[in-house]
Structures are given as structure tokens and as C-alpha cells.
């Protein structure tokens, strides 16, 4: 089984906010490609609350090979809780948005072996050891510094969004 060494255990951002959320859909998916990552979504669970709110789970997981014994993992959870549409006016025009309590939870790590050819037997797995402790010591470092980095531009890519796509309304019934 490969090794997982991970880099950001936990880490979230929440808001309570208005937002557009195929918008945010699809700039965090173009953040993924644009950084070469391979993207799945796991699970999409979209459950009714009544009076045309929704409260929404999703869970992601992205990847990149990093060369034939590393790879960088992303593991995002959304939780979307009152979800609804709402309609805002942004300078006389009328666009359609959503507004609810948003979070978003990641985790980053760097897999390593994570073709298992180091899985066989004890005597591979005590190489494996020796080749990541002293051998690739530096090079293993210098991906979890990179890892780390590329978790938080994520995470600022989100609030970035989160904030640029905040509306100034006028109908008191949004708030």
C-alpha cells in the first residue's frame, strides 16, 4: 500500500454567503486542470429541505503524478447547508445566484510508492525506508513545501471567489 505523508491534515474555509455556485463549480475545476491535476468527483449527495432549499455534499478527490514513485493529493469536501436561489441586482441588471452556509474542507498529501513496486517484502519495504529517509530526504521535503503551497492557493482561490462574488443588494428579504 503506498505511503501517505500528510501535509494539511484539516484545514476549511466557511462563509455564510451569497454566490454563485456553478460559478465556484467551475472555477475550482478549471483551478485543477490548470495545475494538472486528474479530478474526480466521488459522491454528490442533494437533498431537498423544503421551501426550495437544498442542503448539498460533495466530495472531490485530485491527484497529480509527480514522477513514477510521487503524487500530490487533494481531497475536498463541500458542504452546502440552506441552499437556494436568489436573485441579486448588480448595477440595474438582475442575475440569477444561490445563497446559503458554505464549507469547504481540505486535506493534502504527498503519496509515495504509490505504485506499490516497494510492497512485496519486508526486505523492499526496509529499502523503501532507507531510499525516503536518507537518499530522497531533500527532494521529499521540497514536495511537501510545494504541496503546502499549492493547498493554500486553493484555498485562496476559493476565498477569492467567495469574496469577488459578493453582491450588494437592495431587497431586504436576501439578507
Known amino acids: ?24 463549480y467551475k472555477a475550482l475545476f478549471r483551478w485543477f486542470e490548470l495545475h ?38 487533494m481531497e475536498v469536501n463541500f458542504l ?27 486535506r493534502s498529501y504527498l503519496l509515495k510508492d504509490w505504485q506499490a513496486k516497494f510492497e512485496q517484502t519486508a526486505m523492499m519495504k526496509f529499502l523503501r525506508d532507507v531510499y525516503d529517509k536518507y537518499i530522497i530526504r531533500g527532494r521529499i521535503e521540497g514536495y511537501e513545501s510545494d504541496i503546502y503551497e499549492e493547498t493554500y492557493k486553493f484555498l485562496d ?6 469574496n ?8 431586504e428579504n436576501l439578507k
Open 157 to 162: 482561490e476559493i476565498k477569492a471567489f467567495l
Open 1 to 24: 500500500m503506498p505511503q501517505r505523508d500528510i501535509i494539511v491534515p484539516h484545514v476549511k474555509v466557511k462563509d455564510r454567503a451569497i454566490f454563485a455556485l456553478e460559478e465556484l
Open 80 to 106: 452546502i447547508v440552506g441552499l437556494e436561489d436568489v436573485e441579486v441586482e448588480i448595477e440595474g441588471v438582475k442575475h440569477k445566484s444561490n445563497k446559503g452556509d458554505i464549507e469547504i474542507r481540505t
Open 36 to 73: 494538472n491535476y486528474d479530478f474526480q468527483e466521488q459522491e454528490y449527495r442533494d437533498d431537498d429541505m423544503g421551501g426550495g432549499r437544498k442542503h448539498l455534499e460533495l466530495k472531490w478527490y485530485a491527484e497529480r503524478k509527480i514522477d513514477d514513485y510521487f503524487k500530490f493529493v
Open 164 to 171: 469577488l462574488h459578493r453582491f450588494e443588494y437592495r431587497n
